[in-house]
């Protein structure tokens, strides 16, 4: 839906962000939401179907800024080692999952809970982006000869993004480990051992 001509759905959209903010993600409901809006629960489902749905909107402009980041990040180290700008990538993308954790979790319950929907994520614009930037990378070291050979490229970047679950991020917090340190367990644990005497990956706050 185009909410930049629907003025209910973007007033919906401002709510749900200021009551998430005050409240926190999972303390607030779809009722909470459309009370809040001054609407009817019926207004409130025709847009927006579920929680998982509404906090993809939400996160809309929060993504929008990290991909614009990491984008540009991306092309002004681009004559660093690939195995560097990997890991630079997965470390934004880790602080990125680390902060907005509990909007996550609710689109992700929303995607599981309706199989028939299961491929949604896969084809929505956050995986999308994130896919095609890390599977690029990593055919690029494939090219230059960098990575180890029986590694292929799509299905290493699907298992690395899959493992930024916020049951995961949440439970690093909690252990009281460091977004750096976390940072730095990637990229000697999933990122390094790809590449073929890959240099070390360097990680900044360390």
């Given at each position: 839906?185009?909410?930049e001509?629907?003025?209910?759905?973007?007033?919906i959209?401002e709510?749900a962000?200021?009551?998430?903010?005050?409240?926190?993600v999972?303390?607030?409901n779809?009722?909470q939401?459309?009370k809040?809006?001054?609407?009817?629960q019926?207004?409130?489902y025709?847009?927006?179907?579920n929680?998982?749905?509404?906090c993809?909107?939400?996160?809309?402009?929060?993504?929008?800024?990290?991909k614009?980041?990491?984008?540009?990040?991306l092309?002004?180290?681009?004559?660093?080692?690939?195995?560097?700008?990997?890991?630079a990538?997965?470390r934004?993308?880790?602080?990125?999952?680390?902060?907005?954790?509990?909007?996550?979790?609710?689109?992700l319950s929303?995607?599981?809970?309706?199989?028939?929907?299961?491929?949604g994520?896969?084809?929505?614009e956050p995986?999308?982006?994130?896919h095609a930037t890390?599977s690029?990378l990593?055919?690029e070291?494939?090219?230059?000869?960098?990575?180890?050979?029986?590694?292929l490229?799509t299905?290493?970047?699907s298992?690395?993004?899959?493992?930024?679950?916020?049951e995961?991020?949440?439970?690093?917090k909690?252990?009281?480990?460091?977004?750096e340190?976390?940072?730095?367990q990637?990229s000697?644990?999933?990122?390094?051992p790809?590449?073929?005497?890959?240099?070390?990956?360097?990680?900044?706050?360390?």
């Open positions: 839906m185009n909410f001509t629907d003025v209910v759905g973007r007033d959209i709510k962000r200021q009551l998430f903010n005050e409240h926190g999972e303390a607030v779809m009722h939401i459309a809040g809006a001054g609407i009817g019926g207004t409130l025709r847009r927006f179907p929680k998982g749905t509404l993809v909107c939400v996160l809309h402009t929060q993504f929008e800024q990290f614009a980041i990491t984008t540009q990040e092309i002004e180290n681009a004559a660093q080692p690939v195995v560097r700008r990997l890991s990538f997965i934004s993308l880790l602080f990125f999952a680390l902060e907005l954790r509990e909007y996550i979790r609710p689109i929303a995607i599981c809970a309706d199989e028939k929907n299961i491929q994520w896969f084809q929505a995986y999308a982006f994130m890390v690029k990593l055919e070291a494939a090219a230059a000869g960098q990575l180890r050979p029986q590694i490229p299905i290493a970047a298992l690395l993004i899959s493992s930024f679950s916020p995961l991020m949440a439970h690093f909690e252990q009281g480990y460091s977004k340190f976390i940072s730095e990637y000697v644990t999933f990122i390094e790809l590449f073929i005497e890959a240099p070390k990956a360097e990680n900044d706050g360390n």
